[in-house]
Each structure stands twice: as structure tokens, then as C-alpha cells.
Nanobody, 125 residues
Framework: VQLQASGGGLVQAGDSLTLACSVSGRTRNSFATGWFRQAPGEERVFVAAIKWSGGATFYADSVKGRFTISRDNAKNMMYLQMNSLKPEDTAVYYC???????????????????WGQGTLVTVSS
């Protein structure tokens, strides 16, 4: 499985931005993908995840109601629509994939098998 994230940039607080992640080599075995972010000097933290079969979604409390994760099975793409961005959303955003995923583990970055390169999102105040 290979992933490639894109769409980061510099925006102002309150703006919206959509990240994309291309996913190649996806399997049908309970496949899930997620977004994580890492601010300078901090640990990588969970943002959102989605199961490709059924489309169940999961969010960190800090982004609920502002961010929306989605996927396009036909295009093998995952997206993160980010609205009402705040300066504290500034981070490098990574996409990740897990084959044989179980819901209860999706928020742990150690759980994922495959990672894409990050894309930087900077939100100015």
C-alpha cells in the first residue's frame, strides 16, 4: 500500500482547506485509512479515520464538527475537509492505512502499517 498526501498550505484562521490522500494497493480486507497531525515539538496525534467498507468515520474531539473525512472508493482517494481552521490546527498532516482494521484501535498511530509523506498546514491568526 502506498499513500501520498497533498493539499496543504498557508491559510488564515476561519478559512477552509481540503487535504487529499491517494491510496494505491488497497485491499478489501477491512481496510481503513486515517489522518494524523504533528505540530513542531509535539507527538503525532489522531485526527480522523474512515473504514472503506461501510464508510464508518471516527474523529478526535478537537476536530469534531469542523473536519470531515471522506473517501472515494472508485478513485482510491481519501479527503479531509477542514473548516473553521484555527492556529492550533497548524501541523504536518499525514495519511496512514491499516489492513485488517478494528475500530477500537484506529486512533493509535502505532496501529497503522503504511504512511504517506506529510503535507504542511499553517493557519495564521
Amino acid at each position: 500500500v502506498q499513500l501520498q498526501a497533498s493539499g496543504g498550505g498557508l491559510v488564515q484562521a476561519g478559512d477552509s482547506l481540503t487535504l487529499a490522500c491517494s491510496v494505491s494497493g488497497r485491499t478489501r480486507n477491512s481496510f481503513a485509512t486515517g489522518w494524523f497531525r504533528q505540530a513542531p515539538g509535539e507527538e503525532r496525534v489522531f485526527v480522523a479515520a474512515i473504514k472503506w467498507s461501510g464508510g464508518a468515520t471516527f474523529y478526535a474531539d478537537s476536530v469534531k464538527g469542523r473536519f470531515t473525512i471522506s473517501r472515494d472508493n472508485a478513485k482510491n482517494m481519501m479527503y479531509l475537509q477542514m473548516n473553521s481552521l484555527k492556529p492550533e490546527d497548524t501541523a504536518v498532516y499525514y495519511c496512514a492505512a491499516k489492513v485488517g482494521a478494528i475500530n477500537s484501535a484506529l486512533s493509535s498511530h502505532n496501529y497503522y502499517d503504511y504512511w504517506g509523506q506529510g503535507t504542511l498546514v499553517t493557519v495564521s491568526s
